[in-house]
């Protein structure tokens, strides 16, 4: 008889998986563009464990339907700290277009490849749903998508200057580059019980400043 590994081992994608943890609620929860595969080369997959090692709840929305009554988005209900949203692994337009704008018709990160589980600016689309659905929870956006688009931009596939996806998507922090040790500092302020609106200062971070607002000042920092 075939030995298999107790569901429990990987991080939950349904409710069902979430009960068999004896978990009543989540304290972050994450929305990817990708399927979720629990391997290295899935970011999802290594934020989730890193938020799961630093005794956060995590849950993972992988692929999420847009495009009906939103019923996937709303499956685990409100986290208790915020949601994290990726487009993938790839920038969802060169996922979905070749360099002359034609549509591909594979997705790598999709199983059995097929193409259409995301939207194009996935990150946009996930985080606008997210706060019409959940207004008063933080989203945090992070990814190659997230990190290329967090100052203006030219946008190739529409041809002209685009804001902040901070502007766009109306998230309320984005970790750019390679933000694990980011992402940590985040999530041990949280446990300090630091609001998420206080995490200013954290390195590798983008957010919005009203334009009444003046910058902040750290000793550490030198004017060049």
Same mark, same amino acid.
């Given at each position: 008889?075939?030995?298999?590994?107790?569901?429990?081992?990987?991080?939950?994608?349904?409710?069902?998986?979430?009960?068999?943890?004896?978990?009543?609620?989540?304290?972050?929860?994450?929305?990817?563009? $990708?399927?979720?595969?629990?391997?290295?080369?899935?970011?999802?997959?290594?934020?989730?464990?890193?938020?799961?090692?630093?005794?956060?709840?995590?849950?993972?929305?992988?692929?999420?339907?847009?495009? $009906?009554?939103?019923?996937?988005?709303?499956?685990?209900?409100?986290?208790?700290?915020?949601?994290?949203?990726?487009?993938?692994?790839? $920038?969802?337009?060169?996922?979905?277009?070749?360099?002359?704008?034609?549509?591909?018709?594979? $997705?790598?990160?999709?199983?059995?490849?097929?193409?259409?589980?995301?939207?194009?600016?996935?990150?946009?689309?996930?985080t606008e749903i997210l706060k019409e659905l959940y207004p008063e929870v933080p989203v945090l956006i992070g990814g190659i998508e997230a990190s290329l688009r967090r100052v203006t931009h030219y946008d190739y596939w529409s041809d002209k200057l685009m804001p902040s996806i901070l502007e766009s998507s109306k998230a309320d922090l984005l970790v750019y580059g390679m933000g694990e040790q980011s992402l940590r500092e985040i999530l041990k302020l949280l446990k300090k019980g630091v609001p998420f609106h206080q995490l200013t200062m954290v390195k590798q971070t983008a957010y919005l400043r009203p334009k009444t607002t003046g910058l902040l000042k750290n000793k550490n920092w030198t004017d060049l």
């Open positions: 008889m075939e030995n298999r590994r107790p569901i429990t081992d990987w991080l939950p994608i349904t409710k069902k998986e979430v009960d068999k943890r004896g978990w009543q609620d989540l304290d972050v929860i994450i929305v990817s563009g $990708d399927a979720y595969v629990d391997h290295p080369s899935f970011g999802t997959a290594v934020i989730g464990r890193i938020i799961e090692s630093e005794g956060f709840r995590v849950g993972i929305i992988p692929q999420p339907n847009w495009r $009906d009554d939103l019923r996937d988005f709303k499956k685990f209900g409100a986290p208790k700290y915020f949601f994290g949203v990726t487009g993938g692994c790839m $920038d969802p337009m060169v996922n979905h277009y070749t360099a002359n704008k034609r549509k591909r018709s594979t $997705d790598s990160y999709t199983p059995d490849g097929v193409a259409g589980f995301r939207p194009d600016y996935a990150t946009t689309v996930y």
